[in-house]
């Protein structure tokens, strides 16, 4: 078997990973790794991906040949993973128009509560939860659209996540794409690992934050946005 012939049968994940792995590059559950896929790599990856998840159901007994409702399931999961719900491993982050900060604006700026989705890289249940985003802007910072806050959140969270780690993602996302003063981001999401399975919990919520700069230093400035947010939940 020539090398061609060799490439050709060699699964497309694998071709993805050595690469990552030669670019000496992490690719955990939360990672994004478009930079190493290929253009028509993802369709293949689907694919493959469809004959595995096939064959986690067969394993599960479920009769995938003659079973009306399963018989397509192992195509559907597969195109929700790739395109759907984990579409921020497989993406280039969305494109953000920046605008200079013309008019000097330097008082707080509060964005949410933005409905977002993801999920838990421990069980691979959904998370379902709200964001709000407090910026203080200075004379340098970078002006972008406020539905920008909310596709850079929807990039973030579109991977196996856990909130504490997605959360800190997001904070320095936004820190590299505005410059801000400060930034302060508080998460409240409702956890399917808690209340679909394990102690069956649907009450229980997560509430996290990061504080950056003015935020993380100015006790006033924290209190004020703590206190709007708390307002408009």
């Known amino acids: 078997m020539n090398s061609v012939e060799q490439d050709q049968g060699t699964p497309v994940s694998l071709k993805i990973r050595e690469r990552i792995k ?42 995938v040949e003659h079973d009306h409702n399963t018989d397509e ?15 921020g491993r497989y993406v280039h982050a969305p494109s953000i128009t920046q605008f200079p900060n013309a ?13 977002v989705r993801s999920a838990c890289s421990h069980h691979f249940c959904p998370i379902m939860g709200q964001i709000w ?5 200075n004379e340098h ?21 856990i909130q504490e780690e997605a959360v800190v993602q997001l904070a320095d996302l936004i820190q590299q794409k505005t410059q801000p003063d400060g930034l302060a981001i508080v998460m409240e999401a409702s956890h399917f690992c808690m209340s ?11 509430i996290n934050s990061v504080m950056r700069g003015s935020f993380l230093k100015d006790p006033n ?13």
Not at 22 to 47: T, V
């Open 22 to 63: 030669a670019a000496r590059k992490r690719y955990h559950a939360n990672d994004n790794i478009a930079d190493f896929i290929q253009p028509g790599e993802l369709e293949m990856l689907l694919d493959e991906v469809e004959g595995k998840m096939k064959a986690v159901l067969e394993s599960l007994v479920i009769d």
């Open 73 to 87: 399931t192992a195509r559907r999961v597969a195109k929700m993973y790739l395109k759907e719900v984990f579409q």
């Open 103 to 115: 008019e000097h604006l330097n008082e707080l700026m509060i964005v949410g509560p933005i409905t």
């Open 133 to 137: 985003i407090g910026v203080l802007p």
């Open 141 to 161: 910072t970078n002006v972008i659209g406020l539905s920008k806050y909310a596709r850079l959140a929807e990039w973030i969270m579109g991977r196996p996540q």
């Open 196 to 206: 679909w399975r394990g102690v069956k919990d649907v009450n229980s919520k997560m």
């Open 221 to 233: 400035l924290r209190r004020e946005f703590l206190s709007l947010i708390a307002q408009k939940g």
